[in-house]
């Protein structure tokens, strides 16, 4: 079948890399990402796994990521190539019901126990199954090259992956469900994070970093979990200010009045470029050094930051972490989470969540396959060009 | 003797006239047949011997004893100085405060008063430097009291040194220095750059506290000020003389010393300035070119260096002592000399060439509020009478408008920029949703008490000084301004004088009449 396919080609993403910085365009073609005829993908070891034809896939930051080189070498031990990315799936199994997949290859798709029953595919604490089991090393659907990804006709599901979309949910929101369900979880992160030792619990403040899809979700999700909470967003482009005002946010402001912004909200001093107090919880969507110096900075004494979306290698002066004891924590992905006691699988959160934003919203442009050039630069420059999600549409090819 | 001030009609053999634009200038011709420049007098010709004026002036005060009498061996005596405001550009030394303070210092040491505390009036200003402190009172005052703590600046956020006097028939309460307050004698030494400044205003505004101060700091009072520079029709100047009387009624004995100075601005190689441009020799032309060459390449921090580290030659043209409000009367006559030009009407658009310098920004940067606080604040409100442009007509200014704050003497400047006024420029709502929460916030509270910061509230008075102008004129333009930061504030950006007068013909048609403030110098039209 036609896919696009990523090989290990340690020159063009070297040179990928370097064009990424000047020319977004010509690192997409640069990139070890193809447009190939490739053999379609053996069904995998084991029971429960289905064919699901891709409508439409979107493109993550993680995705740009890994295609220009700029992802980390933690996960070369992830991954295995070539594989077929696309893990931002709403597909439609054999029978016609149309679906979202949980696109970690957890512990059921690879043949090993579950950590308890009913667990999601990324909860538990050990990591072993990511390269264990029937099939090869990979986080996610998209990421391994035993299952085939969202940016081609079709590819091996697990049952453990599959969300029904229901019938009034159309496909332009369905697709940002994955990202969502991102977004709810470090929100939900977050917010378990203000509730001990920190004054001003009652309307806790929470500073959000970035606005791309993530950290407008991000916004969405700490406006629908912590309805008392006073949210103060960095945006950098007029399109995603009005996003995150429209979200939830009560105050907008460019990164580099954000600081400024979170010690009015909290009546902080400035002590040098920290605040005496700050943000109750940051989410940083961002991810590079400067954005998580800032998030360590503005966030109170015993707060918390959380990382959302990938970040890459980042150079950090850790002194202010250790002073203000900032927790610093990970969201990655998503999986179950305990809602007033109960287990609530983060899919299920986001899914209603993106029917409280409208989240088709979001979906900028969408290309097919053979456009991938330019769907990728566009991608890879979304904020500047006044876009937010872009994805490859499929349906046409089935 | 100096030429008066006086219109000049603009024909086609009028040359390019000159504008300030910050740190910069720019030459722009105005439309030939209904165009109109309003010159100031020529400088005035300074006292002769200005430390003996001062001594006659405190041996023969108006409506008081003599300061002589006034002094006895065990009483406190508290001398209160305008602060950095005064004078722009800052006065070659020895500046009038220096000359005042050290005689009335004379005195107090003939009479064998040892309790005598000097306090910079600062009300909500930033504190003054030490060489700032130094440059207006000399090394020997500064030295003698600095040290043993008996020199220093007013502190409006001091709850145990403010007290109230008492209140106004209309509930403004008088809360000031409880130093001031307990002293038997308060002498104020005041110089007086324009009719605006001195009377009660001095000591009712300068050693007030912020609550005091928001009886008349207030869009009301601002929008209801007719104008700034005439006491009489201003809102704001019947609040502070109501707090006068309970001054006089209630608190301490006042001995008031004001002064003039000339219009003396700017010593060489900038003389050219202060002349009128038909009168320019091949040697100011060839000056005003090379300056301004020089300006446009230099980086705006050093051109902005060079004009602050500009001691002006100003002279002193007066001085009077004595009971507030008399001594006030005597410097308005003597202020209004020097600077009153009668003008024939009002004109559909008036231009301003806005310097590099305000009030606020003494030894700092002009940020974009401090250009609206000048150009609508002050240069607008240089009339008696009504206003030089008519109501709904345009108001032009020229200055970059940088977004460029100064973070030690601005920081709630930044903040009123990003947050206050991204969501309102209306002074009466932003003072009723925002301005509490700037003026109790802790750390501006911290900065202006321990630093050189301005209290928070202060880019809310610079926003209310400009309400009457904002409400008066229909548009508000100013040319070569950051695009964004001038519509950030309301105003519309043209790149050039010819773009903003087709911008403005929007408003005042095609043919609109255009009258011309020539700055510098100083000049209040009385608009007939």
């Not at chain 1, 969300?163 to 991102?182: C, F, I, K, Q």
């Not at chain 2, 165009?35 to 001062?54: C, M």
């Amino acid at each position: 079948m036609k896919a696009l396919q990523v090989r290990h080609n340690v020159r063009r993403f070297g040179a990928a890399r370097l064009l990424s910085v000047t020319s977004p365009r010509t690192s997409a073609r640069i990139a070890p990402v193809d447009l190939r005829n490739v053999e379609d993908p053996a069904e995998p070891s084991g029971s429960g796994w289905v064919k699901v034809r891709n409508r439409l896939a979107g493109i993550c930051g993680s995705d740009i990521a890994l295609i220009d080189g700029h992802a980390s070498t933690y996960f070369e031990d992830f991954v295995s190539f070539p594989f077929i990315p696309g893990h931002e799936i709403v597909g439609e199994l054999e029978n016609g019901e149309r679906v979202v997949i949980e696109p970690v290859l957890g512990h059921a798709a690879r043949g090993s126990v579950p950590p308890w029953d009913g667990a999601a595919p990324a909860d538990g604490d050990d990591y072993a199954h990511l390269v264990r089991g029937h099939l090869k090393p990979g986080i996610q659907t998209g990421f391994c090259c035993s299952t085939g990804g969202g940016w081609a006709r079709w590819f091996w599901a697990h049952e453990s992956q599959l969300h029904t979309v229901p019938d009034e949910m159309s496909d332009e929101r369905a697709v940002l469900v994955e990202p969502l369900a991102g977004s709810v979880h470090a929100a939900l992160i977050a917010a378990q994070h203000t509730n001990h030792h920190l004054t001003d619990r009652d309307s806790p403040i929470f500073a959000v970093l970035g606005a791309g899809t993530m950290g407008l979700g991000a916004i969405a999700a700490i406006r629908g979990a912590v309805p008392n909470a006073r949210i103060i967003a960095g945006a950098r482009y007029p399109h995603q200010m009005r996003f995150a005002k429209g979200f939830g946010a009560d105050v907008v402001a460019p990164g580099d009045e954000v600081s400024r912004a979170v010690r009015r909200m909290s009546g902080a001093h400035r002590i040098g470029a920290s605040l005496s107090s700050g943000a109750h919880a940051t989410i940083n969507a961002v991810g590079d050094s400067a954005s998580l110096a800032l998030s360590i900075n503005i966030t109170r004494p015993r707060g918390a930051t959380v990382l959302l979306g990938m970040p890459g290698e980042s150079k950090l002066d850790l002194t202010p972490l250790w002073h203000r004891e900032v927790a610093l924590l990970g969201a990655y992905t998503y999986g179950t989470e305990q809602i007033e006691g109960n287990d609530v699988r983060t899919f299920d959160l986001a899914m209603a969540l993106a029917n409280t934003i409208e989240a088709e919203r979001l979906l900028s442009a969408t290309y097919r396959l053979d456009q991938h050039v330019e769907a990728l630069a566009h991608a890879a420059s979304a904020g500047r060009r006044g876009a937010v999600k872009i994805a490859f549409d499929v349906r046409e090819d089935q | 003797m100096p030429r008066p001030g006086f219109v000049l009609d603009v024909d086609r053999s009028t040359p390019p006239m000159l504008f300030w634009h910050g740190e910069k200038f720019s030459l722009e011709r105005l439309p030939a047949d209904r165009s109109r420049v309003i010159y100031p007098a020529e400088s005035f010709p300074g006292l002769t011997d200005p430390q003996a004026a001062i001594r006659d002036a405190l041996e023969h005060p108006l409506d008081m004893e003599p300061l002589r009498a006034l002094l006895h061996a065990d009483m406190k005596l508290t001398i209160c100085f305008d602060d950095a405001s005064l004078s722009l550009p800052k006065m070659r030394r020895p500046d009038s405060r220096q000359r005042i303070i050290e005689a009335v210092l004379d005195l107090a040491a003939e009479a064998g008063v040892d309790d005598v505390h000097i306090i910079a009036a600062l009300g909500l200003h930033r504190r003054m430097h030490d060489y700032e402190l130094r440059h207006v009172l000399g090394g020997r005052i500064f030295d003698a009291f600095a040290p043993n703590g008996t020199l220093y600046q007013h502190d409006a956020e001091d709850p145990e040194n403010l007290t109230v006097l008492g209140e106004t028939d209309q509930g403004e309460v008088l809360e000031i220095n409880k130093r001031v307050a307990d002293s038997d004698l308060v002498v104020y030494a005041n110089v007086n750059q324009v009719a605006m400044d001195g009377g009660w205003k001095s000591l009712v505004t300068g050693v007030a506290s912020y609550r005091c101060l928001s009886y008349h700091h207030n869009p009301e009072s601002l929008q209801n000020t007719r104008s700034l520079m005439d006491r009489h029709h201003s809102a704001l100047h019947h609040s502070i003389w109501r707090l006068g009387k309970v001054l006089r009624d209630n608190g301490p004995k006042v001995f008031q010393i004001e002064s003039t100075v000339n219009t003396d601005a700017f010593p060489s190689p900038f003389e050219f300035l202060s002349k009128r441009e038909w009168e320019w020799t091949a040697r100011d032309r060839m000056t005003y070119l090379a300056t301004a060459k020089t300006l446009d390449r230099l980086p705006r921090r050093a051109a902005r260096k060079i004009f602050h580290g500009i001691e002006a030659p100003y002279a002193m043209t007066g001085v009077h002592a004595g009971f507030t409000e008399s001594v006030h009367e005597r410097t308005l006559e003597d202020v209004y000399r020097q600077h009153i030009v009668e003008v024939e009407g009002q004109t559909d658009i008036l231009t301003l060439g806005v310097p590099f310098i305000s009030p606020y920004n003494p030894e700092s940067i002009m940020n974009p509020i401090l250009v609206m606080c000048m150009g609508l604040g002050y240069m607008f409100n240089m009339y008696r009478n009504k206003p030089l442009v008519r109501e709904g007509g345009v108001i032009i200014m020229t200055h970059p408008t940088y977004r460029d704050f100064h973070p030690v003497h601005h920081p709630s400047y930044i903040d009123f920029f990003d947050e206050v006024l991204s969501d309102t420029t209306d002074p009466a709502v932003m003072s009723e949703k925002w301005e509490k929460r700037y003026a109790e916030d802790e750390w501006y509270r911290h900065l202006y008490r321990t630093g050189n910061a301005y209290h928070g509230v202060h880019p809310f008075y610079a926003w209310y000084w400009g309400a009457h102008g904002q409400q008066w004129a229909g548009k508000v333009i100013i040319v070569g301004g950051d695009p964004t930061a001038v519509r950030r504030m309301g105003f519309t950006p043209a790149s050039t004088m010819d773009d903003a007068f087709e911008l403005a013909s929007d408003v005042v048609g095609r043919s609109p009449s255009i009258t011309h403030l020539h700055v510098p110098s100083v000049l209040v039209a009385d608009v007939k």
